[in-house]
Each structure stands twice: as structure tokens, then as C-alpha cells.
């Protein structure tokens, strides 16, 4: 019986991860031997959406490589060794920390061929990881085919635009249109493309030229190939004994209980909540400094803050929110999760937002402890260690009055376009049958009435979003699951909420739980998916919605 699309698509997702633990296991692998050959070719069978033109033989895909280059490190397509590492007393060194703009983690250039990439967010992030790298080893070795004749013999083309690429990193001047044409031989695309994507980079301050990216992740594959010096990807001892252990989610858990304690917070009513940083706070401290009556008036003065607009409230409402009991709890964990607490008690006006009244009688003033975004898997780790009891030094220890937890997240439509909001009812785990269903506190009807599209149903925590393609998704939308999207953390999330409520009983049965998602991307839509840019200013009304609603019904 011959397989679909669909199946053989998630075949090869799960090779995918099946070889990645395997090779992780066994501490180093060449991506071009036959150690990654696996990889190579499931990635290729997959031709996930946001890797565009990845299958194609000739073709660079060029969105694809702008979106994988702004979550790596700068410089790491220069680099024939790669060494994914733990946090292992590099911070501490005079080498340069550089850090990707679009995943926050500290990296090193240690010399000329070597980058070290510190992993503490789990085996999402090593997964993540090694899929743009992949991504990148198949690309190299288009550029190489591109570069050269039927006889191997290296092309005019491929020996100007490395003259282009030293006059570039020597800061000389060079004719940027002649550039374009050397490099459109090179990868494949037309004079036009070439431009336009030369621009987008430009644009970007976090990835180099496309000029270089090229040139030196040609270069590589032409050393492998004609001189036998091999690129390696390698994990380090340490980064092996701890992942799946909870190390750095126990640190982070355990500094945000302290300071609790500390501020004599860990008995009173908790609301925790998984967003971003900026939309509670400006929600809660925007209606107390300012008076802001509804939400039209919160993302008004959310827009003018987003846009930078001169005279916007930004430095008033932190000003304000530090004297009325906001605390700011930065990590140095390794985790990459800062955290803000909102004590109701210190705040000066007696309403949270226009309509809700803070509890008078002092013991019963909630706290509100806002944490930002996990990934993947680390939403387990880290939601799992925080629900704890806290052991204090003094040998007592206190269980948090837990009242619910949210989830505020930004997720792939599947029924929908990009800034609509997606409501939960269940989280599927991709690949498997395992379902977390669950009574959410939220509903379609809270979101009416706004302009946007809503959709309630199944949601999917996927593996990876950059391991998706049309036909997987397509059947997880059209089969009787019914999905609406597709999200990293949901899962993760609840099933951490589960254990500690159910089974282990740290935090009270009849926890409250909220989720909401906002549309980041359309994976089935061409132009939509994750690698054709952020949201941008669409991205507030439904962030600040779903803050406003979910404060609404925490508080109520």
C-alpha cells in the first residue's frame, strides 16, 4: 500500500529526532559523512514550509537562510567546528559574547574555526539547532555545484565574488550591482532576487552580508570536498550529562521563590502567567498612572510605545511601576527567562484594571508573577520546578497558593491569518496520540467583537516549528483531530500543570488554567510563514487583548 505525502513526512520527522538523540548521544558527527547523511535526507523527504526551496537542486532558498541566520551566531557560517556546550565557565572568559537577535544565547567565537553555542534551554533548542544547521550544510553544498563546471573546474563567477567578499571585509568600496550578478550565478536565483535579498540582510544588523554568508559557506564545502578538511558538529560532556535534568529550570524556579520569600509573598494568593514582558505591565501600571479606562485606551498607549513615538508613556509607566509594586527578577540561570512580580498589596489605586477591584483584606492581595517565553521542552522543566513547595533555609517549607496559570503565546494557524487568536481546548503532542485535554477559562465569545478572527479546537505542540510541511499540517487540519495551529510549549505546559496538581499535589486541584495563542504565521500560506517576518504592529491588539482578558478573568 503506497504511503501519502503525510506519512512519509512524518516518518521523517521522526528519524529526524530519532537520529539527532543518537547523535547527540554519541557526542560528535560530520554533517556530511554518513553520520549526517540521516539527517541530510530526512530533512530533504520533510522540505518543511519554512525552508522554502530547500529540495530544489540549484535554487538557494533566501527567506529561509535570513531566518535561520538571525537565530544563530554571527560569523558561525565561517566556522568548519561547532561545539554545542552547557554553561561551563565561558562567561567568565575575555572571549567576545555573541549573542543571536532572534534566540537569546550566549555564544563564542573561540579562533578562526571554532564556535562554541551554549545550550540551557533543553533538547527543543539542541533540536532546533541542529535543523538550521542542516539547512545550512545542504545550502553549502549547492553553492559548491553552482560555483563549478561538469569538470569540477571552479567558475569566474565563484573567483569575483571572493574579490567581493575581501574588498568587503577589508572595508573597500565595491560596485554593489556587479556583486548581485556574480552572486546570482552562484545561488541559483535571478539578478532580482539576488537584490532583494541582498537588501534584506543588509537590513538586518544581526547577520552578515550575504555576500559573505555565501562565500564562506561555499568556501567550507569546497575545502570538505577537494581537501579532506571536514566540518564537525560536537557536544560537549558536560551539555550530555545534564540536558533532561532540570538543572538550570531548578536554579531559575528556586531565585524567583526566594525572592518571594524575601518580600514576604509566598503565602499570598499567586497568579503565574507565561507571556511576554512589556503588555502586562503597561496593561496594569498604564491604567494606574494614566487612568487608562478600557482597552482601547491600553493599546493606544501600547502603539505609541511599539512605534517609539516621541512622547510616548514608556519611561512614565516603568517609573510608576517601581514604586507601586513592580519587581523585576532578571535571570542568571542560563535559562533566558526573566520574570516580573506584581504585588496588588503596594500598588495605589484600587482597581488592576477599569472594573476590577484588588481584595481589600491585605492576606488575600494576589500577586501576579509574569515569566517570559519558554521553548519547547523547557516550559516542562521550568513550570514543573516552579510549582514546587519552596524549602527554605530556616528547614519549613511553603507550598504556593497557586489560583491559575496562563498561557499567553504566539503559535501557527492553521484556520486563520496572522494576528487572529487561536482559544485551546486541548494540546496534541505531534507525532504521538498523547492529548492533554482541559477546561479553559477562556472562550471564543471573550474575544468578539474586536476585528479579529477567533477559532477554538485542538491545538498541536509540535517538535520543532521548522520540521512543518503543507501535507503534515494539512492532515492534522483536515483529519478528525480538527487542528487550529500549532505551538512549541503547550504540552509542556499543562502537563507540568497536571502533575503538580493531580499527582503530586503541590499546588491546589482546582487551579484555574487559561491559554490563548495570537497567529505569528501561516505555515499553509506562502508569504506567511514564520520566515517572511514578524508580525510588527499587528502583533499588538490581539498581545494586548488577550493581557486585558486574561486579566479580566484571573481577577474577576
Known sequence: MKRTRAQESRAAIEKLYITMRHLFMRGSYKPMGVSGESLVDS??????????????????????????????????????????????????????????????????????????????????DIYDILTHLTFLYIESEKIRNNSADSKGRIGLNWEMLGKIVEKEENGEEFDREVACSYLSHVIGRTFDETHEAVMKFESSPHANSLFRIVYHLGSLSMKEAHEERDREISFSATLRLRVGHHVYGELWANKIKAVLFEHKLIERPLHIVSANLHSFMNTIYGHQALGLKSFEEVEKVAMDISIQAKGSKAKEILAYA???????????????????????????????????????????????????????????????????????????????????????????????????????????????????????????????????????????????????????????????????????????????????????????????????????????ETGSTLAS????????????????????????
Open 43 to 124: 530533512l530533504l523527504v520533510l522540505s518543511p514550509e519554512i525552508y522554502g526551496l530547500l529540495a530544489q537542486d540549484e535554487k538557494i532558498e533566501l527567506d529561509g537562510l535570513l531566518y535561520v541566520m538571525e537565530r544563530l551566531p554571527k560569523g558561525i557560517e565561517e566556522c568548519r567546528y561547532i561545539r554545542l556546550i552547557s554553561r561551563e565557565g565561558y562567561e567568565n572568559s575575555n572571549f567576545q559574547v555573541i549573542i543571536p537577535a532572534k534566540r537569546r544565547r550566549n555564544c563564542y567565537r573561540v579562533d578562526q574555526d571554532q564556535m562554541y553555542v551554549e545550550m540551557t534551554r533543553g533538547r527543543s
Open 322 to 524: 517601581h514604586e507601586n509594586g513592580f519587581i523585576e527578577v532578571n535571570d542568571d540561570s542560563g535559562t533566558n527567562i526573566h520574570v516580573q512580580l506584581f504585588d496588588t498589596a503596594q500598588m495605589s489605586e484600587s482597581t488592576i484594571i477599569e472594573g476590577i477591584k484588588i481584595p481589600e483584606d491585605p492576606k488575600k492581595k494576589p500577586v501576579i508573577l509574569v515569566m517570559d517565553y519558554a521553548f519547547g521542552e523547557q516550559a516542562y522543566e521550568c513550570f514543573d520546578e516552579l510549582l514546587k513547595p519552596y524549602e527554605a533555609e530556616d528547614g519549613k517549607s511553603y507550598p504556593l497558593d497557586v489560583i491559575s496559570c496562563s498561557i499567553m503565546g504566539k503559535a501557527g494557524i492553521l484556520t486563520g491569518k496572522k494576528g487572529d487568536i487561536m482559544i485551546p481546548d486541548s494540546h496534541v503532542f505531534e507525532g504521538t496520540a498523547d492529548n492533554y485535554p482541559f477546561k479553559n477559562e477562556l472562550s471564543k465569545k471573550d474575544f468578539e467583537g474586536f476585528g479579529l478572527g477567533v477559532c477554538q479546537g485542538t491545538m498541536f505542540t509540535v517538535l520543532g516549528t521548522s520540521l512543518q510541511n503543507k501535507d503534515v499540517l494539512s492532515y492534522l487540519m483536515e483529519s478528525s483531530w480538527k487542528a487550529i495551529g500549532l505551538e512549541m510549549e503547550g504540552a509542556h505546559y499543562q502537563k507540568a500543570i497536571q502533575s503538580e496538581s493531580l499527582i503530586r499535589q503541590s499546588i491546589r486541584k482546582s487551579v484555574k488554567v487559561l491559554y490563548a495563542y495570537y497567529a505569528s504565521d501561516n505555515p499553509l
Open 533 to 556: 517576518g514578524a508580525l510588527g504592529m499587528d502583533g499588538v491588539r490581539p498581545t494586548y487583548l488577550i493581557t486585558y482578558k486574561i486579566l479580566e478573568k484571573i481577577l474577576k
